[in-house]
């Protein structure tokens, strides 16, 4: 069961960029997996924390956010940070800025295009989702190859 849709703006294309990537504060470019990402800011907009524009991508299966810069704690698998940079990686891991899968998810409310969302809450969020949903997806999981 996905909600997504009802809690996004989608906007196909990537400019105008949304004004939370203003040159005026700093912000660092988190890409997760795109299942795990949406789970992870829809369950924050769902328990009313703040949410900015995430970049999506369809051909690569990933979402890119803007978030407060990385705090320096240590990232798990699956997780990277770029400051500034929401492009997509070639296979050769060197970025790729002329992906054409890609679309903004803006957030409910307007105002949020230009919220920063906090490194720190995503974190939290992932890392309980993972633990929480861990016995589900080994269960799962069986039928499905490790990459
Ligand atoms: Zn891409």
Same mark, same amino acid.
């Given at each position: 069961m996905h909600h997504a849709a009802a809690l996004w703006r989608v906007r196909p294309g990537e400019y105008p960029r949304p004004p939370a990537l203003s040159r005026e504060h700093q912000w660092d470019g988190l890409s997760l997996g795109h299942g795990l990402g949406l789970a992870a800011f829809e369950s924050m907009l769902l328990h009313g924390r703040q949410v900015g524009p995430v970049?999506?991508?369809? $051909?690569?299966? !990933? !979402?890119? !956010? &803007?978030?407060? &810069?990385?705090?320096? #704690?240590r990232l798990g698998k699956g997780l990277a940070v770029r400051p500034f940079d929401l492009s997509c990686l070639r296979e050769s891991f060197r970025p790729y800025n002329e992906c054409p899968g #890609?679309?903004? %998810? %803006? &957030? &409910?409310? =307007?105002?949020?295009?230009?919220? %920063? =969302?906090?490194? =720190?809450? !995503?974190?939290?969020? $992932?890392?309980? %989702? #993972?633990?929480?949903?861990?016995?589900t997806l080994h269960a799962n999981s069986s039928t499905q190859e490790t990459r």
């Amino acid at each position: 069961m996905h909600h997504a849709a009802a809690l996004w703006r989608v906007r196909p294309g990537e400019y105008p960029r949304p004004p939370a990537l203003s040159r005026e504060h700093q912000w660092d470019g988190l890409s997760l997996g795109h299942g795990l990402g949406l789970a992870a800011f829809e369950s924050m907009l769902l328990h009313g924390r703040q949410v900015g524009p995430v970049m999506s991508c369809t $051909i690569h299966q !990933v !979402v890119h !956010v &803007p978030v407060t &810069p990385w705090d320096g #704690r240590r990232l798990g698998k699956g997780l990277a940070v770029r400051p500034f940079d929401l492009s997509c990686l070639r296979e050769s891991f060197r970025p790729y800025n002329e992906c054409p899968g #890609r679309m903004w %998810l %803006l &957030p &409910p409310q =307007t105002e949020d295009d230009a919220v %920063l =969302t906090d490194f =720190t809450t !995503v974190f939290d969020e $992932i890392h309980r %989702l #993972r633990s929480g949903a861990a016995s589900t997806l080994h269960a799962n999981s069986s039928t499905q190859e490790t990459r």
